[in-house]
């Protein structure tokens, strides 16, 4: 768990903006290609925070929802587009997942682990020591 109180964050116009108390354990790069497309980069990170300890200060009305065939959830600012969360098909609602591109802090942990690296683009290379899964955490471990 992280050491500081409270973390702020915005997305890229700043209309949306939040506050997160003890960030969790959990902070993964995404390679699913899903990700690779919602955020046009390599992979996308996110950490993850119990929902009692993550607000939305301001433009919670302004974020639009896309859900994908496979259920699973990728909310954004209306405005400019900042990916702002993620919620998987089976979530039950007590963790949120966050981009930690939004943070304006920089958080006291970090990444664990790469996931969805099955579906990772060919042109990028994992050059740290983390752990790398094939897909979940929860499955095959290749690294």
Not at 106 to 131: C, M, N, R
């Amino acid at each position: 768990m992280s050491k500081k109180e409270t973390y702020h964050g915005h997305c890229l116009c700043g209309a949306v903006k939040y506050e997160v108390d003890k960030i969790g354990e959990k902070m993964g790069h995404c390679h699913c290609t899903m990700c690779r497309r919602f955020h046009g980069a390599a992979f996308a990170t996110f950490g993850e925070a119990h929902r009692d300890d993550f607000r939305w200060l301001e433009g919670e009305h302004l974020l639009k929802s896309y859900q994908a065939p496979n259920g699973t959830v990728r909310t954004f600012c209306s405005l400019c587009g900042s990916s702002m969360t993620f919620a998987p098909a089976n979530d039950s609602g007590e963790l949120i997942e966050f981009t930690l591109g939004t943070l304006d802090d920089e958080p006291d942990v970090k990444p664990d682990a790469h996931i969805f690296i099955g579906s990772k683009a060919g042109w990028y290379e994992i050059t740290d020591q983390l752990p790398q899964y094939k897909e979940g955490r929860d499955g095959e471990q290749l690294k």
